[in-house]
């Protein structure tokens, strides 16, 4: 797993996530993930070069949601592949990660026009 961040507009946050978001995929994400989620800053999640998502991976998402949510932010999914979506919806997790197809969707969700 590999994790990149980056500034997405002037007051959110990108966060590239690209491999299998297996156990030791979230042993990767899960601190800097953490800091960027207490930030209090809007997150995008750019998940479309995750192939491969589990349990755990899904946790350290819904954490890192809940903790943007206590800072009045929001945290969107750019993205996943058919597979991941699937994971998540089936899950019931669309309303604790919302999933966008575009980073003008993103904007959207987080209120803003553009980035």
Partial sequence: MEITVSDFGSTAKKVTLVGKLDIE???????????????KSDVLVDMVGVDFIASIGIRHLVMASKSVARGAAKLVLLAPNPMVTEVLVVSGLEQILPIVRSEDEALAVFGRASA
């Fill in 25 to 39: 995929g979230a042993q990767k994400i899960e601190l800097p993930l953490a800091v960027i989620a207490g930030s």
